[in-house]
């Protein structure tokens, strides 16, 4: 949940939390979320929805990506959601979530060169890239960090050889990433700000090597992910997961010719802000344009 004021050119924000639902891994196993998933993830709604009506929101909008996009019973998600909240519930293409990310990062102001943005989560990944002059381009690839590690990790740390099988299969999925020659890439979400805290540079750095992903996957490493997280006050499913994160990240790397990457920590939660405070009604039918920015 991101709660904030628009102020000025810049968010504010008021309230920032996460909860680790699992609904990907529910997905994974039995296609639909079920009952009990439902009811939890209605709850967690919920009470963001409450809080945001307490803190005098103007509006809320709910977003369902890829485990919700997914799910058999995705549209008695979107249902219970909306009946237990009084909020629409938008269950997200990867090319809508793609750009929304774009804005967060962009603060929706006009691009002045060819960017790229990349949202890596826990079970997909979504690309996009704008330029001064031409149409927006987005599309979603199924790989995250927690799909990869579910697939390919069975030890605590993951081996050496978990390791390079999940580095064979990022390279073979990103193959299918959008064309682009991008002279600045931006890295999104949980994965790409955590490398950056198991690394010597830290937090106040926002820029993401090749030498520095490196040094955060030896560090991830070695000790069992609880160990870790304690070290590095991690999130202990999300230090589980994150030595994927170092491996998507190294071969987008490889795959676009970089050696170095700016993290963002805006992304899609601030373009849906900004989008839906701009056009309150009918921003999916325009996120294409808006890609492009509009404030000044």
């Not at 820029?207 to 590095?232: K, S």
Request: charged share 25%; proline share 4%.
């Amino acid at each position: 949940m991101l709660i904030a004021a628009i102020a000025g050119h810049q968010l504010r924000p008021l309230v920032d939390e996460s909860v680790f639902l699992g609904l990907g891994a529910a997905v994974d196993t039995r296609a639909h979320l079920g009952a009990a998933a439902r009811a939890e993830l209605a709850q967690a709604l919920f009470r963001y929805a409450t809080t945001a009506r307490q803190l005098g929101a103007a509006g809320i909008t709910f977003l369902g990506t890829e485990p919700i996009r997914r799910a058999a019973d995705a549209e008695r998600v979107v249902h219970e959601v909306e009946s237990i909240s009084g909020v629409p519930l938008h269950v997200l293409s990867h090319e809508e979530e793609a750009y929304l990310t774009l804005i967060g990062v962009t603060h929706g102001r006009p691009v002045t060169h060819e960017t790229l943005v990349v949202d890596i989560g826990g079970g997909s990944s979504e690309f996009c890239a704008v330029g001064p002059g031409g149409r927006a381009r987005a599309a979603g690839l199924r790989i995250g960090s927690n799909r990869l590690t579910a697939e390919r990790v069975r030890t605590d740390p993951a081996s050496d050889d978990e390791i390079a099988r999940m580095l064979a299969d990022a390279d073979e999925l990103l193959r299918g990433a959008i064309d682009a020659h991008p002279s600045e890439v931006v890295v999104v979400g949980g994965t790409a700000s955590n490398l950056l805290k198991v690394t010597n540079a830290g937090t106040g750095d926002t820029t993401i090597t090749r030498a520095r992903l490196a040094e955060a996957l030896a560090n991830l490493t070695t000790a069992p992910a609880e160990v870790t997280a304690e070290r590095y006050l991690l999130n202990p499913t999300r230090a589980r997961i994150l030595p994927a994160g170092a491996v998507i990240v190294d071969a987008l790397m490889r795959r676009y010719g970089i050696d170095r990457a700016r993290v963002s920590e805006a992304g899609m939660r601030e373009g849906a802000i900004l989008v839906a405070d701009h056009l309150p009604r009918g921003w999916r039918d325009r996120l294409t344009e808006l890609a492009h920015g509009w404030r000044t």
